[in-house]
């Protein structure tokens, strides 16, 4: 065991992965966060949005060893099914064979079963009701509220993974030492529950359910006792707001318009909607990330996204994969792994934000359109007809490591080919068509 402690702070789901880690390396941790053991306490109601566990995420827990027994409550979903306010539901598939598929898990489970991992392993402990309120990043002197009170602490290093509004960016940001910025969209998110019926599920189970509605939608994720998380992400001002839908009679009216099919599945609908707060939704932009080789953040608390592209935990799970990376790479110099993980990870972090922001426009505005759907199957076919060589960003994003980066870079790549195979095609196709008419001329 090695002598210095590190001090993870926020003990949610990229906390508890990082102490996992870094346990096996030999280091002792602390792991500090600022709400009650959620193992014993009661989830906060409507913030429980599930989780979309894809490739990325998995490698990270494989690495570990929990990959199967987090997978064991996971329910695959294969595709999106489309919900239109009138007409059939339209199955769309994500991968080009059917049968990859991204994995509906609770939040709240995956979180308890990595916090169970890491306490079970040796050096590591746990100080919950600890929410930090001062830093001194030179030293790695830390300040805590608890319920009996001020407490300090001092860490070699200190490590915040404590979520998009961490307080160990809020303390760096305080001296100086980097520069943030927060873009919120002008939507909102909140949940309701589409229960099981008789015991089996209301919707198919197999498939993430999409409720496009041009400037708004409804998503929803099976659980394993066959109910459904639903998320609302609507305007927070304006016509179909969250502001505009206030009493029953309007919050039952919209539904019955916009949802048709989901009051007769929801009947808590009016109550859950009224009842569940509101989250906010944005981006987090911060630079850099690490100060003095001894203080670092990671996953949301460096580069918070929107959740649109499934990818917030399974990208903040990748952020300590590359850092356990790094520290293999320097012979665990910290001085030296943490400005080689910002380096590493800075631009795959603003790859995927932006693709996430693409992904909403995308889900809420475009998965309807018949255009959209061919475009779905020209992209399979090219797929089928070129394996390997033509891979869909969704593929690339959640089926495989590549980074995020990488991905953006090759899928333009891609585009740009098929536009010019497309103009080209276009070209001959006038040329023989205009050969064709000056020889109908001639005769």
């Given at each position: 065991?090695?002598?210095?402690e590190?001090?993870?702070?926020?003990?949610?789901l990229?906390?508890c992965?990082?102490?996992?880690?870094?346990?096996?390396?030999?280091?002792?941790?602390?792991l500090?966060?600022?709400?009650?053991?959620?193992?014993?306490?009661?989830?906060?109601?409507?913030?429980?949005?599930?989780?979309?566990?894809?490739?990325?995420?998995?490698?990270?827990?494989?690495?570990?060893?929990?990959?199967?027994?987090?997978?064991?409550?996971?329910?695959?979903?294969?595709?999106?099914m489309?919900?239109?306010?009138?007409?059939?539901?339209?199955?769309?598939?994500?991968?080009?064979?059917?049968d990859?598929?991204?994995?509906s898990?609770?939040?709240?489970?995956?979180?308890?079963?990595?916090?169970?991992?890491?306490?079970r392993?040796?050096?590591?402990?746990a100080?919950?009701?600890?929410?930090?309120?001062?830093?001194?990043?030179?030293?790695?002197?830390?300040?805590?509220?608890?319920?009996t009170?001020?407490?300090?602490?001092?860490?070699?290093?200190?490590l915040?993974?404590?979520?998009?509004?961490?307080?160990?960016?809020?303390?760096l940001?305080?001296?100086g030492?980097?520069?943030?910025?927060?873009?919120f969209?002008?939507?909102?998110?909140?949940?309701?529950?589409?229960?099981?019926?008789?015991?089996e599920?209301?919707?198919?189970p197999?498939?993430?359910?999409?409720?496009?509605r041009?400037?708004?939608?409804?998503?929803?994720?099976?659980?394993?006792?066959?109910?459904?998380?639903?998320?609302?992400?609507?305007?927070?001002?304006?016509?179909?707001?969250?502001?505009?839908l206030?009493?029953?009679?309007?919050?039952?009216?919209?539904?019955?318009?916009?949802?048709?099919?989901?009051?007769?599945?929801?009947?808590?609908?009016?109550?859950?909607?009224?009842?569940?707060p509101?989250?906010?939704?944005?981006?987090?932009?911060?630079?850099?990330?690490?100060?003095?080789?001894?203080?670092?953040?990671?996953?949301?608390?460096?580069?918070?996204?929107?959740?649109?592209?499934?990818?917030?935990?399974?990208?903040?799970f990748?952020?300590?994969?590359?850092l356990?990376?790094?520290l293999?790479?320097c012979?665990?110099?910290?001085a030296?792994?943490?400005?080689?993980?910002?380096?590493?990870?800075?631009?795959?972090?603003?790859a995927?934000?932006?693709?996430?922001?693409?992904?909403?426009?995308?889900?809420?505005?475009?998965?309807?359109?018949?255009?959209?759907?061919?475009?779905?199957?020209?992209?399979?076919?090219?797929?089928?007809?070129?394996?390997?060589?033509?891979?869909?960003?969704?593929?690339?994003?959640?089926?495989?490591?590549?980074?995020?980066?990488?991905?953006?870079r090759?899928?333009?790549?891609?585009?740009?080919?098929?536009?010019?195979?497309?103009?080209?095609a276009?070209?001959?196709?006038?040329g023989?068509?205009?050969?064709?008419?000056r020889?109908?001329?001639?005769?």
């Open positions: 065991m090695r002598d210095d590190i001090a993870v702070v926020g003990a949610g990229a906390g992965l990082t102490a996992c880690f870094l346990a096996r390396r030999g280091y002792r941790v602390a500090y966060e600022r709400r009650p053991d959620p193992r014993t306490g009661t989830v906060e109601r409507g913030r429980s949005i599930n989780l979309a566990l894809s490739e990325r995420g998995l490698d990270a827990l494989r690495r570990i060893g929990l990959a199967e027994q987090v997978m064991a409550d996971a329910l695959p979903m294969r595709g999106r489309i919900h239109p306010v009138q007409g059939e539901t339209n199955f769309q598939q994500y991968s080009v064979s059917g990859r598929a991204i994995n898990i609770s939040r709240g489970a995956l979180n308890n079963a990595l916090l169970d991992a890491a306490t392993l040796p050096g590591v402990r100080a919950f009701d600890h929410r930090l309120v001062g830093l001194e990043p030179a030293t790695g002197e830390m300040r805590f509220e608890t319920p009170g001020e407490v300090t602490a001092t860490a070699a290093v200190v915040g993974t404590d979520g998009a509004g961490s307080a160990v960016r809020q303390q940001l305080g001296y030492l980097l520069t943030e910025r927060v873009d969209l002008d939507y909102g998110y909140k949940e309701l529950t589409i229960p099981a019926v008789d015991g599920f209301a919707l198919d197999d498939a993430l359910h999409i409720w496009p041009g400037t708004s939608m409804m998503i929803a994720l099976p659980n394993p006792d066959r109910s459904f998380t639903c998320t609302l992400f609507w305007p927070n001002e304006g016509p179909g707001s969250f502001v505009a206030t009493d029953p009679a309007a919050i039952e009216a919209h539904f019955a318009s916009h949802y048709p099919d989901v009051p007769p599945l929801a009947p808590k609908l009016v109550d859950d909607y009224q009842q569940n509101v989250g906010q939704l944005g981006t987090v932009y911060c630079t850099p990330w690490q100060v003095h080789g001894r203080v670092a953040l990671l996953g949301d608390a460096a580069h918070a996204i929107v959740p649109f592209y499934g990818q917030g935990a399974n990208c903040a990748e952020d300590v994969v590359e356990d990376r790094c293999d790479e012979g665990d110099d910290w030296a792994a943490l400005p080689l993980f910002e380096q590493r990870r800075q631009e795959n972090a603003g995927i934000a932006e693709m996430a922001l693409a992904n909403f426009v995308e889900m809420r505005d475009k998965v309807a359109s018949p255009l959209f759907q061919l475009g779905r199957r020209v992209e399979h076919t090219l797929e089928r007809a070129l394996p390997g060589r033509y891979v869909s960003r969704y593929e690339l994003v959640s089926f495989s490591t590549t980074p995020y980066a990488e991905v953006r090759r899928v333009r790549r891609q585009h740009r080919i098929l536009g010019a195979v497309a103009a080209g276009a070209a001959l196709l006038l023989a068509v205009t050969a064709a008419v020889s109908g001329r001639r005769r």
